[in-house]
């Protein structure tokens, strides 16, 4: 550092001294401004709950990745696909990421049921409180009307409300092809359980980019941010937040993958 009260230096020293000054200037603010992963890769996960038909919400953020080249993943509640609707199974076979796609389609259960009703005892959810061989069938079947009506594989699991039990591994170990859990329990072996950390909506359907910021900025961050969000309940409000935190996150140099894309990048040559 330099004494405040030094005798001043002469010339050549002097302009030694703006330099170095400068420099330091320099690296400071350059260091003020990096990006925040510098040096790191770091990846965002966008997790969209709640597909179940063609949808405003879903096909406005659809259009927008598309024109920013950015990748998401989107959970389907499967019985959305029994009725026979050509458009619905076109559009999700056009945004696929199989199909060169931008979207990771996942299973988000085939009804999204509270309050099951099982053998006449009522239940808290889908994969809450049911038997392991009613959360088998619900998997089995919605894996085979995606099958059907895409003529994909879902490699990605996340439960209706985030919600499961013991049963929900039991009856996942008889689906290897799914092999990554959304907000699954951390005792999981099997699937890669990617977990939550931050909150995208502030509320269910709601995003703020204040209330994103703040925890934002002041969490430490880790190397995958599984952000969820329920776009067919947003306003345009929660759109442009949306937006307005996906350009901090691309700034700040955070790299958009799906789940079966992190999971490739993580197990390399599996
Ligand atoms: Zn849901």
Redesign the pocket.
Known sequence: MIPLKSPPPNRGAASLLALLLLLACAAQSWADTAPLNAGKRHYVIWKM??VKGLSPGFQRLADWLAEHKMKASF?V?CNSLEANKPAYADWLKKQAIENGGLIEFWN??YD?QKNVVENGKTCDAEFKGTSQAFQTKHLADSNALWKAKTGLVFQTFGA??NTSDAETEKALEKHPELKIWLYGPPTATRLLVLRRSLNLECATGTVSYETFMQAYQKQPQGDCLVLQG?PGKWDDASFDAFQRIAGVLAADKWEFVTPREYRALMNPGK
């Open positions: 709950d709640d959970g509640i988000h259960g999204h209706p409300y329920h």
